[in-house]
């Protein structure tokens, strides 16, 4: 079973800070898309930014663009996903995802993170933002 471990998440005021961080097996470090996904009360599932493991090609969706940066340290087996300028329309489950990339190309890593189209999941961490 392959298992990823997501922490940090808890209550902030608006315009704080979070910094998820996301543990993962090795062999998801090599071709692999790994990234972060939200998932609000009542609403579907969205990919909200991902990278690249072999390049660092990076992913983020509109709505969080100059407010969350992903990063991760292959040497360490983590992803990260610092949060600042956090709102109350960021609050949900937040979830660390993996999928395959055959063919490591921007064009995949952004398709597979607004589709969410991920292989492997792990259980979120609750991020909650209050006004």
């Known amino acids: 079973e392959v298992q990823l471990q997501a922490s940090g998440g808890g209550l902030v005021q608006a315009g704080g800070s979070l910094r998820l961080s996301c543990v993962a097996p090795?062999?998801?470090?090599?071709?692999?898309?790994i990234g972060w996904f939200r998932q609000a009360p009542g609403k579907e599932r969205e990919g909200v930014s991902c990278?690249?493991?072999?390049?660092?090609?990076?992913y983020h969706t509109d709505s969080v663009k100059g407010r969350f940066t992903i990063s991760s340290d292959n040497a360490k087996n983590m992803v990260y996903l610092q949060m600042n300028s956090l709102k109350p329309e960021d609050t949900g489950v937040y979830y660390c995802?993996?999928?395959?990339?055959?063919?490591?190309?921007?064009?995949?890593?952004?398709?597979?993170?607004?589709?969410?189209?991920?292989?492997?999941w792990g259980k979120g961490t609750q991020v909650t933002v209050s006004s």
């Open positions: 090795g062999f998801l470090f090599d071709d692999y898309a």
């Open positions: 990278v690249s493991s072999s390049d660092g090609i990076t």
């Open positions: 995802a993996a999928a395959r990339m055959r063919v490591p190309t921007q064009w995949l890593l952004f398709s597979l993170c607004r589709n969410v189209e991920m292989d492997y």
